[in-house]
């Protein structure tokens, strides 16, 4: 049975996610403390694949897998996934409010109740951990009091109760996930897929508006832009770019091409079907007859047959 590596332990957004992302094929789901550990594992071939979490509609997104995803062997997204995200607050039994020192939990779901936890527990010290179950796990081994978590977690910690439940401080909060794998042919275009891509961007005047124009130039919608330091220098930067269509797309790839051209660096993170399954809209002058035709007339003019 193939394998999938998750954000773990058992209990996170993560696992639920990538059980809906494996749905209707047999897949067995594993955890790691850690996503680049679960990415590594992918690049390694110990698992298929794995789902990590991107972003969140609250926080933005994860650094650490948009980091993972560029260094290292190439990943490819083959599915998305979106996930309501709402917490619970548990704590070992019997544990009072007004006993909850410590409380813990992923940074990302730290940040979606800080108000929460400013109005309901002011006292409590707020401690990372390595995800939203980590922190159940150890609150159960007693190294913290109250674990910020999934829904489903307090089912592996029966020693655990909820101090309280749906607790978010935003309603209608989700997080998208995407199940990653090595390189290979990309899912079939469905019509209402996204494209990934991960490019360096000169530090010039006007680049990043340049790269921008290849896509709109082509009709494309644009769903996120989102930059992060390249690391080893400063003033240049790696756009991770979100965008509706699939490369088997002309326009899509036509501006992929664009993009290969003005940027020192693309990597393709992708084309899957968008989760919302919501159709591209593509206007008449992008669509894949008016590039076939494009070729065509410009075939025929190189062949001497038109002018
Ligand atoms: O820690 C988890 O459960 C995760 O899957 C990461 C996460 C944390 C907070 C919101 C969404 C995902």
């Known amino acids: 049975m193939p394998q999938i590596a998750y954000l773990g332990p058992p209990g996170t957004f993560t696992e639920q996610a990538s059980r809906a992302l494996t749905t209707g094929f047999d897949a067995e789901l594993v955890a790691y403390d850690a996503v680049p550990q679960a990415l590594a594992a992918v690049r ?5 694949a794995a789902g990590v979490p991107v972003e969140n509609s ?14 290292g062997d190439p990943l490819v997204a083959v599915a998305e996934t979106i996930i309501p995200i709402t917490f619970d607050v548990l704590v070992r039994q019997g544990t009072t409010a007004a006993e909850v020192g410590t409380v813990a939990s992923h940074p990302h779901a730290i940040a979606q109740v800080r108000g929460w936890l400013a109005e309901n527990l002011p006292g409590a010290r707020a401690e990372p951990a390595a995800s939203t179950a980590a922190a159940a796990a150890a609150v159960d081994a007693g190294e913290f009091d109250a674990a910020i978590s999934a829904p489903i977690v307090v089912e592996h910690y029966p020693s655990l109760e909820r101090l309280a439940t749906g607790v978010a401080d935003v309603r209608d909060a989700i997080t998208r996930f995407l199940l990653v794998r090595r390189p290979g042919p990309p899912p079939e275009p469905t019509g209402a897929d996204r494209t990934s891509v991960a490019a360096v961007i000169a530090h010039e005047v006007g680049s990043l508006t340049d790269v921008l124009a290849e896509l709109s130039l082509r009709g494309i919608n644009l769903t996120r832009i989102e930059s992060r330091p390249i690391r080893d220098r400063i003033g240049e930067y790696r756009f991770y770019l979100d965008f509706d269509g699939h490369v088997a797309d002309a326009r899509i790839g036509d501006a992929l091409a664009a993009l290969r051209r003005r940027c020192s660096e693309v990597r393709f993170l992708g084309s899957y079907p968008k989760a919302d399954h919501s159709p591209s809209a593509v206007r008449p002058s992008a669509s894949e007859q008016a590039f076939r035709a494009s070729e065509q007339w410009l075939a025929e003019i190189r062949a001497g047959r038109l002018a």
């Not at 609250?58 to 260094?71: K, Q």
């Open 58 to 71: 609250v926080e933005g997104s994860v650094p650490v897998t948009l980091d993972s995803l560029v260094s």
């Open 44 to 48: 390694a071939g110990d698992v298929v």
